[in-house]
């Protein structure tokens, strides 16, 4: 699976729209982009995920772009319910089923 | 309905003692992984089956470590003669297939358990 790199944290005002960026310059074409998000000490919670296609779901948006190269997770209206590490992970469906997890990005969501 | 469940939430032990960590995954999923993750990094992959078959086992640091779903369903993570940087947090996902498609092939974990070998 190709490498992602995300920047180590973020803050955001609660209320204003959360972008956090991923690089994943080595992806190949038949690579999905999926996003998870982990609270605390809960387990990771899915997110989004999508292949080179913009995606919106009730949690957030995927912006991927044209050159697939990077995307952008969106937060709508942060709450700081939404203060968690966010894991940018790039894999193939099928054979290559595990995830492989970086350090992410810890986003801060603060009044 | 119900999650991912793990047992024992914590688990205490002695260096030298095998340890038995249990997953019940989400109904009807036929996919099973095992992550396992120290304090401040993300999850890294031990091994994970399909059905009763395990499929890949790459992540296992070395012999000690062991997995079996035997039926399909529970799955149990032995460790055997436990050292002190096991200590971790042990973490099972679920999906509904590995093969599937994208949309069956997301994940779902459990709240994990912490091991501490002293």
């Known amino acids: 699976d190709a490498k992602t790199t995300q920047p180590p944290s973020m803050d955001c005002a609660e209320g204003r729209a959360a972008n956090l960026p991923c690089n994943h310059s080595?992806?190949?074409?038949?690579?999905?982009v999926y996003w998870y998000r982990q609270i605390h000490s809960q387990g990771p919670q899915y997110i989004i995920h999508g292949l080179k296609n913009n995606e919106t779901n009730e949690m957030a948006s995927l912006i991927i772009t044209e050159d697939r190269k990077s995307s952008t997770l969106i937060l709508p209206h942060a709450t700081l319910r939404d203060t968690a590490v966010y894991y940018c992970i790039v894999r193939g469906t099928g054979t290559a089923s595990k995830l492989t997890f970086g350090t992410g990005t810890r986003l801060q969501v603060t009044l | 309905g119900a999650g991912v469940s793990q047992s024992p939430r914590y688990k205490v032990t002695k260096r030298g003692q095998d340890v038995a960590l249990r997953c019940d995954p989400i109904s009807g999923h036929v996919s099973l992984y095992w992550y396992r993750q120290a304090l401040g990094q993300g999850p890294e992959f031990l091994t994970y089956f399909n059905y009763e078959a395990q499929q890949d086992k790459s992540g296992l640091p070395n012999d000690r470590f062991s997995a079996e779903r035997p039926e399909g369903s529970i799955s149990t993570l032995t460790i055997q003669r436990t050292e002190q940087r096991d200590s971790a947090m042990y973490r099972c996902a679920s999906s509904l297939l590995a093969d599937g498609g994208y949309s069956q092939e997301t994940q779902y974990f459990g709240p994990g358990t912490r091991l501490l070998v002293l």
């Open positions: 080595t992806i190949s074409g038949n690579e999905y």
